[in-house]
């Protein structure tokens, strides 16, 4: 209908259609970020109880920084010339002027923490783990977010090659906990301040004549951070890398009997790994072992495997960063691992997999107002006796009911309906095999205890 027709001339018409659209425009999460809903929680939570246990049955301890730091934290932790400070900080003035940034990575602030709290005192190492959400103002895509959740773990304070294995040992526990058996990790060694700057020297002379072959991005990199010109993921790089020199050939002999000595460990605890001699990380602390945790075997087409890469973990050494940010020399090995990175490869997984700490074992079926009446009540007899119980009291029907008792994982389902209720019984079922029994309500509880314990035996 024409504007003059309804009685409005064009410019109310305009106006009351920017109203009404307003009204109907609905807010979404930011890009690269996403809810984590209900039905997901549950994954997380196992992650994070697998992830702490692992933690510490390898003596970490947790700890808890803030979301917010000063920007030069990772200015000066992460490195000025890395992708993370150059392009993906999410940072923000304050009203009081401080310039401060969303915490891309973990190890600055725990290393911060370590300084800030005296911890080089403590009995060394330290070791600490952590877990939260972390921002990257990356290009949002499949495997990457902008608000993405590492699991971290930091050893600070002790050299030896047992703690850089030792770090790896509980990224392999974490995936073997949950069944992720597919995974090969690749490792190099990138030296330090004595041999890495000849190393560095080798491969610029190597870049020199073949500058016209890589990216524009190489082109900076080779003038900034030549080692970076390793980590390029553009095809015609990957080409140049080929034949770039490798720094298992520079290696002082200190850094040479670290790296054996990390090999060797790894031969005794039969953590597979593959050496990749042009494998460096994106950020600029690391020193002597750097490693990354992927599933799946490398691909047929290297090139293409490079594209596609999509870390499940990573870490290494980084013997500089304590002293960098104002503490004594002192050596250091951690890494962190990408959560849903991981949880990806788990959520098409039947759930049935894994032991869900605190999942509802036993399931409430009711039929009819009296029999929910009387489950609501036997609900908390057993909440009080500690043991958790699921219901569906939204649903009629016994099949939907122990449909969703079967999806919660229960073990044990008391069904309730009016004949139940007026002869003061309650049918118990096994989930597993369908067998039932009628129980008096007064032994009831002492009944689902007794089965829930020999089931746990
Ligand atoms: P990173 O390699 O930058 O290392 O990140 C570790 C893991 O976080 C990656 O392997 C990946 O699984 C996950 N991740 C990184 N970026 C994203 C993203 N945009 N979206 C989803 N997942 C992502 C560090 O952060 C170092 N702080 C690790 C470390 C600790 N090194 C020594 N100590």
Redesign the pocket.
Known sequence: MACEERGIDSNTFLFITTISMAKRERFQTPA?MRDILPAEQRLWKLFAEYAASVGSSYGFERIDTPIVEFSDLFRKGTGEGTD?VQKEMFSFATKGGDELTLR????PPVIRAYLEHGMEKWTLPVKLFYLGP?F?H?KPQA????Q?H?F???SIGEGDPVRDVQVMQVFFAILSKLKITDVRMELNTIGCSTCRPKYVRALKEYYRNHLKQVCADCRVRYKTNPLRLLDCKDEKCQRVKVSAPQMLDYLCEECRNHFKGVLELLDAVEIPYMLNPHLV???DY?TRTVF??FQGEVSADPLQDAQKR???????G?DGLVKMLGGKDTPA??????I???LAIVAGRSQEEYEYPGRARVFIVQLGGMAKKRALVFMEELRGANIKAGEAFGRESITAQLKVANKMGADLAIILGQKEVLDNVAIIREMDTGSQEIIPMAKLLDEIKKRLKKKSA
């Not at 999509?310 to 290494?316: D, F, M, P, Q, S």
């Not at 090995?333 to 990408?338: H, I, L």
């Open positions: 690269g993370i891309p990575e973990g190890t972390m990257r990356e495997g990457r977010r902008r993405l590492q971290g773990v930091e990380r994106g950020l690391y990354e945790i999509l870390a499940l973990a990573g870490g290494g980084y090995v951690g890494g962190a691992m990408g849903e990175r991981v």
